[in-house]
């Protein structure tokens, strides 16, 4: 493949034969033309003699005519000049015999004979022109002969040269065009051609690479448009965006000040909760006295709210311990009113009234939450109520008289529990119609004994890995497991079992678990 630096090369070779030849052709037309001067100068020699002749004869024939002897003698001189002025130039055309020889005359041998038989004559009656008139006729004579004979022989010298010169000329040409030619011919053949053949290619990818360009640009330009529109359109965006913006900042703002007015309101009804549980705590009774009314005894209560709808109520008579453990309807505020309504009723029953029968008190207190939440001509008759354990200890007798309404509580003895139910009917409500009666159920007690009371709170709770219930089996074998332990000890088992089983769940219900050793 010929690469355009070698077309360079071969047009600059081509150049420099160019300009050899030229320089060829114009010495040998230098050449030609000193030899043409030669031959001119020559032939201007022999022009003077054969005009020095004819003056010689005009000066003969003067004298022949002149009547005075100072025209004779004026004709004197003048042939006295003349034949010394045609014996120099006879003398400079001698020593030409040279020239004729360096201007490649073929004939310059005959030039020279006749030169040589032709001199002494002239010569001779060149000098006897001052003494004998009559010579002048033989110079001229001689004269002419000479002129005559070198002039034609210059002629066809010249015709010769003339005519080498033109021939030397045409093979000159014919030889510069033959190697120019052939050197053209080789150069269009095997680099020229080639290359622009290449030019040609490239043009031609030029040309497709120009027409992809110019669809890649109708593209970018499509492009362009699509996105100067695609532009447009995300300004309209963003305007609108602007306006939703300062929308938003409005109803944010707006936003804000209700969430401050909820924040406040919030703040006052928490701070009222918290001073609600401190009502509901003067209901209750002090964790303290139930604990030191046992052997041993812890009490675990979490509630889900800040108030609890669970509750305990711990109070003496003569020789029984009467502990209430229940659990209202709902959670939050109506749970906890429920437990002051319910704590009222027990110490009115318990207290006042002097009952220590657990389902002569359960019975009672049924009647009792009922008379209380159903105000004759409500419009709309409260139907809340709660489940109950109420324990009686005889601290004279050793034993533990049980009832329950829809509850139960757990007995633990020697490495077994017993799940203790009375009735699955709850306290209140209304609508159930069924005879409330809530059985007795009493156990003699033996040293090591323990009683656990609670709520559905710690059973109902969600977490695991399945997110599901505790459930009530797993919160027996939890009680078992942990009894062989302090009560201390045991409420710090349930709370991180609690907290383990829950993880990041919220609590799904009010928590109470009471465990006690009675003696």
Known sequence: MVSTRQLALSLIISFIISFFTLVIGLSFSIQHVKQKNELNRISNMVGRQRTLVRSLQAAWLFNRQ??????????????????????????????????????????TPEIEKNLAEITPTLVKYVRMISTDTTAVQEVVKTANTLVGQISALTDIHYTELHRAYNRDTSNYLWTVLLIVGSFLLFQNLFLVYPTFKKLDEKIKDAALATEQMEKQNRELLELQDLLQEQNEELKAKQEELKMLTEEQKIQNERLEAKQKLISEAYRHITENIIYATRIQASFRTDPQQLIESFLDCFIFEKAKDILSGDFYWYTEREQYKILAVGDCTGHGVSAALMTMVGITALHQIIKIEHLTTPSVILHKLHHRIIEILQVKGANNPVNDGMDLSLLVFDTDKQTLTFAAANSSICLVRNGTIERLISAKLPIGSFQIKTERTYPDIAIALQPGDKIYAYTDGFQDQFGGAKNTKYYSRRFRELLLNTSQYPMTKQKTMIVNELRTWQGMLPQTDDILVIGLQPC
Not at 70 to 89: K, P, V
Not at 98 to 103: C, H, I, N, R
């Open 66 to 107: 002149a009547k005075s002897v100072s025209e004779r003698m004026q004709a004197y001189r003048t042939i006295d000049s003349l034949a010394t002025l045609l014996e120099n130039t006879h003398y400079n055309l001698l020593n030409k015999t040279d020239t004729f020889s360096k201007a490649q005359l073929y004939h």
